[in-house]
Each structure stands twice: as C-alpha cells, then as structure tokens.
Antibody, heavy 118, light 110 residues
Framework: QVQLVQSGAEVMKPGASVKVSCKAS????????FNWVRQATGQGLEWLGW????????GYAQKFQGRVTMTRDTSINTAYMELSSLRSEDTAVYYC???????????WGQGTLVTVSS | QSVLTQPPSASGTPGQRVIISCSGS????????VSWYQQLPGTAPKVLIY???QRPSGAPDRFSGSKSGTSASLAISGLRSEDEADYYC???????????FGGGTKLTVL
C-alpha cells in the first residue's frame, strides 16, 4: 500500500532553515510527482511547490520563490522540502502529497508541524 | 484569499443530502480536473473525488462529484455523523502554474 512517512516536528528560530523529509513506499518512487502543501492552525491548505523525482525538476509557488528548495534522494525513495529565512508566519503543518503526472493529488503524508518561535 | 471559492460552512441532519460548491475560473476549474479532499480533525487530507467525478477505492459511494464550466460541486447523500469534517476542492491552475485550493467548507451534522 502507498505510504508517505514524514519526519518529526521541528521547533526553529526566526531566520533559520528547516528541512522536512517524506519517505515513500508501496509504489515506484519516480513515477509520481511530489507536492508540498502547508496548513496553519485553523486555516486552509496552501501549496508551496512540486518536484518530479525522476529528473529533479521543480516548480515553486511565486510566494515561496527564493525561500523553498525541493530535492530528492532516489536511493532511499525520499523527498525533501527545505524552507529558509523562517518567520513566525511559517508556523504550520507541512504535508507532502503525491500526484499523478498531469493528474490529481492522491496520497498525503501524515504532516510535520514546524513551529517558528524565538 | 483562496483562488477557489467555497462556502465556509454547511450543515445537514443525518440522512439528508448536502452539496458543497467550488467556484473557480477558466485557468483552473475551467480547463483542468477538480479533486475533493476530506480532512477529519487532526488528520491529513484524504482524497474523496479525483478527475471531477471519480471515486478512489475505499471512498463511500455516498460521495459524488460534478463539474460544469468553472464550477464544481461535491454531493454527500445519506449524511452520517462521521461525515463531519472539513472539505476542500483543488485543481491545477494554468496561469499560476500550480495547485490551488478552496478555502475549505466545515460540514456539521446536526
């Protein structure tokens, strides 16, 4: 069965960077894109960007351009999302989510809470 | 301000049929698939409908999706208490080159 297992909660200082991992299993890692979506407490879903794990191509939401980097390690079927220059407004649960190429987001990771606080 | 527009809340009594709307534009719903996600409190979203009206295995057939022009809707029939959750619509936006979401609809089963 498809599983996306994310790394644990993080507490970061303003200005720091955080790197969240998402380990995939139950399917061929390179055949589906990864998307990263965040959700602040009590708020809706906000898309950060996507990555094609087959070739490393990425696309980022304009709001996060220059601050977000998405990478992968195909040897361990793991995708990463790094967000830099953290501020308090970045406090949220960050989800990785699988999407068919030119299709829909179908499976989601369990989420990683990132708290930015001095 | 979400790109896709949903009502913030909806409600119904057990057994009733409830419809949640999602309004977009020609660059998203008008030209791409719509999917719907259910988010129970404290959990990750789960896909209910993909490609406008397809149900993944495991999704109850009480849930159905439709799309017309730049709008989509999720219908829930035979409402149950366990359907109480937040529901989000989503789709790819060709102008923004990214996924866009509705603001979410909180469904209350009275």
């Amino acid at each position: 069965q498809v599983q996306l297992v994310q790394s644990g909660a993080e507490v970061m200082k303003p200005g720091a960077s955080v790197k969240v991992s998402c380990k995939a299993s139950g399917y061929t890692f390179t055949k589906y894109d990864f998307n990263w979506v965040r959700q602040a407490t009590g708020q809706g879903l906000e898309w950060l960007g996507w990555m094609n794990p087959n070739n490393g191509n990425t696309g980022y939401a304009q709001k996060f351009q220059g601050r977000v980097t998405m990478t992968r390690d195909t040897s361990i079927n793991t995708a990463y999302m790094e967000l830099s220059s953290l501020r308090s407004e970045d406090t949220a649960v960050y989800y990785c989510a699988r999407a068919e190429r030119n299709g829909d987001i179908d499976y989601w990771g369990q989420g990683t809470l990132v708290t930015v606080s001095s | 301000q979400s790109v896709l527009t949903q009502p913030p809340s909806a409600s119904g009594t057990p057994g009733q049929r409830v419809i949640i709307s999602c309004s977009g534009s020609s660059s998203n719903i008008g030209s791409n698939y719509v999917s719907w996600y259910q988010q129970l409190p404290g959990t990750a979203p789960k896909v209910l409908i993909y490609r406008n009206n397809q149900r993944p295995s495991g999704a109850p057939d009480r849930f159905s999706g439709s799309k017309s022009g730049t709008s989509a809707s999720l219908a829930i029939s035979g409402l149950r208490s366990e359907d109480e959750a937040d529901y989000y619509c989503a789709g790819w936006d060709d102008r923004l080159n990214g996924w866009v979401f509705g603001g979410g609809t909180k469904l209350t089963v009275l």
